[in-house]
């Protein structure tokens, strides 16, 4: 049924219901517009419900259920056991909590929230479809947060079962005997550490010569044998080619051989939504990958902006909400752009990866004639009262002494990348960095330790 062809008139038009739609909700409802909200499926979309949310909680409880082989050592036996049914309704009920308090703060802004499919018919106007049902919508702005999908492989299709995405691997009620992940980025890392933490005999299949792909070759180095410390086996420059009765074939250098697997997951990749919402009728310019060509303050063409994993830049949820509030100023007539010194990325695998800014290599392509050192968190206080002394922190400086990136790898790295992007994104020196005193025995130290071993007056290392 199509409720006319009169389209309703709306203030701004927000498209897709993830971190950077709902951020760019908000913002806009506190500048003032009317708010409308179009998501065809749930309030936190791919981020909140079935990746990272779902995921770290996952990955804690793998961990929880592997604390006895740590603390083995120490003098305390802990036995554990895993009840999956369990464990997938305790990351059902961290889901539910966060989207419904997304939910009651769009409410409580006065944001309008519609549930249906938008695609643009024109540069102003989107029809919205939810089940037989087609309104019409013209808007004064739109801000389009349609996020982006799972790639698939064409030799392998997912079928539910055997063959299926991250987010029924996440929601899994059984626990795979033998799992193999088809894709060695960050998300094949943190899903292999979880269930052989849990108990699976895994293996990751990685079609190019090494673990994740995408970061500095010594951290894929170190995060490689990590993997191997929990037993994951690592098929490199081999990719995935078709099923048979007992597992996964892939071909390589070799030729093709076989795989065990019980259960496959394909997690390759992922491609922006920019075709679902027909952008391209809107005006705005998508580049053969589906990216949208946006300018600085995040406008696509016209009165249409564009934030989030369909733009260029690393497909993670804090760019995108980081995006939201320049593209809602921006919509309200506000000058604003998006120019970041650094966007962090962290990988929670077993060892944590956390990159901010540039490492020394890029650095030097750059012509910044950069300086780095690198603490190893074996001298740090906290790391081994942790008992994971393993890792590294190293931060690198340009010519002139200003920080222009931080590298960590190693347990809790993570939490170094709010005080690591800090110091990018404001330009602080070594010397700001190595003279703020750090609390005692924690993680954060190691920043420290590192500039203090940069600026050449190293205290728990040699020089």
Known sequence: MVVGEVATPVDLLVIGGGP???????????????VTLVERHAVGETCLNVGCIPSKALIEVAEAHALGNRVRP??????TSVDMTRVRDHLSAVVS????????????AGVRVLDGHARFSRPDRVAVAHGDTVEYLEHRHAIVATGSRPVELNDLPPDGDRVVGSDELLFTDHLPKHLVLVGGGYVGVELGCAFAKLGSE???VEAEDRILPGFDTRIGRQVSRGLRRLGVGLCLSHRAVGTDDHGLLVAGPDGEVGLPADRIGVVVGRRPNSDTVALDMAGATITSSGLVQVAADRRAAGDVFAIGDLTPGPALAHKATAEAEVAADAACGRPAAFDPAGVPMVVFGDPQVMVVGLDQKAASAAGLEPAA?????????RARTLGQPEGTVTVVADGDGTV???????AHV??????????????????????????????????????????????????
Do not use: C, K
């Open 20 to 34: 950077g739609g709902y951020a760019a909700a908000l913002h806009g409802a506190r500048l003032g517009r009317s």
């Open 74 to 79: 120490w003098g305390v036996d802990v036995t």
């Open 97 to 108: 909590d966060l989207t419904n308090g997304v939910s009651r703060l769009l409410a409580d």
């Open 202 to 204: 895994v293996t990751i």
């Open 373 to 381: 050192f690198r603490f190893p968190l074996s001298a740090s206080g």
């Open 404 to 410: 222009i990136g931080v590298q960590a790898v190693g």
């Open 414 to 463: 993570a939490e170094l990348a709010g005080e690591a992007a800090l110091a990018v994104e404001t330009a602080a020196t070594v010397e700001d960095l190595a003279g703020t005193i750090h609390a005692h025995p924690t993680l954060g130290e190691s920043l420290m330790e590192a500039a203090l071993g940069l600026a050449g007056r190293p205290v728990h290392t040699a020089r």
